[in-house]
């Protein structure tokens, strides 16, 4: 038996095992893992009490009792994982524990509609919190994952013209310029002086009043993330953007990623079955 609990280690190990990330970053998976600690005192076990069972209990929790989606469960896998995964490294642990991660069906292979969007933005700004307008609409006009736009006002910043935003890291480990329009530029000027009104809780039920809503059953992957897609499906059907262009301003490394992210138009389909047509 290891003689450190899982809480103890990561405070412990804190720096370490967020080597490089942001403050806003480590705050968020902070908060995700000390909801971990807290679940059936969690955080009085020693590390190597642990079991693949007892983590699947937990996102299980997550997803049954909270209502939260697939993906959110698998945020929450990831920082646990993250912590585990030091553990073995710096040999506290033989091994780290397996544990089942939620399937999200075929991806998130959806966009928002104008429709959509109207009533999304209807219910952000009836709740009286800017920062979700604000947040809602750098996703929209920039294509930018939440990871992304959450680094507003701390690591990320709008370049002195004013025409792009830099991200020193993202996902994929290189930075990125992202180019700005002037409704991506104007909230994300509002976000950066704003930063620390962000709560995660009142994010996501946010999130969940807008998928009862607006969304179209339960297994809708109405998140966040869609929000991409929407950018994509938009720069490529109705702006006629090359892929390999949508893919530069997404920050993909291949174009298959880009690919999953557009969403072909029927119209645009059938127009071109007609062109086709007259060629033939």
């Known amino acids: 038996m290891v003689e450190e609990t899982i809480r103890h280690f990561t405070l412990n190990e804190k720096r370490n095992i967020f080597d490089g990330s942001s403050e806003r970053h480590i705050r968020d998976t902070m908060s995700k893992l000390d909801k971990f600690f807290d679940f059936e005192r969690y955080g009085h076990r020693y590390l190597g009490d642990f079991k693949g069972r007892d983590i699947n209990r937990f996102l299980n929790f997550l997803e049954d009792d909270l209502g939260l989606s697939k993906g959110t469960c698998n945020r929450y896998a990831s920082a646990i994982s993250l912590v585990f995964k030091h553990a073995v490294k710096e040999e506290v642990i033989p091994h780290a524990p397996k544990f089942n991660w939620k399937k999200e069906k075929g991806g998130r292979i959806r966009f928002f509609t104008a429709e959509e969007i109207s009533k999304i933005y209807w219910l ?10 604000d947040m809602f609409t750098v996703g ?11 680094q507003a006002g701390d690591t990320a910043f709008i370049s002195q ?17 992202v180019p700005l329009n002037k409704s991506s530029l104007e909230a994300l000027q509002r976000l950066g002086k704003v930063k ?10 946010l999130w969940r009043e807008a998928k009862k809503r607006i969304g179209k059953g339960k297994d809708d992957p109405f998140v966040f993330h869609v929000s ?28 298959s990623t880009t690919a999953r992210y557009v969403h072909a138009d029927i119209d645009n389909l059938c127009s071109i079955a007609d062109q086709l047509d007259e060629a033939m």
């Open 124 to 133: 952000f700004k009836n709740s009286r919190k800017q920062w979700m307008v």
């Open 140 to 150: 929209l006009h920039t294509g930018m994952r939440l990871g992304e736009i959450l």
């Open 161 to 177: 013209c004013q025409k792009y935003y830099y991200l020193p890291k993202t996902k994929n480990g290189s930075d990125r310029k």
């Open 196 to 205: 620390d009104k962000y709560k995660e809780k009142q994010f996501y039920a």
């Open 228 to 255: 991409r897609h929407t950018c994509a499906t938009k720069m490529a059907n109705e702006m006629k953007v090359n892929t390999l262009i949508i893919g530069t301003i997404l920050g993909h490394k291949s174009q």
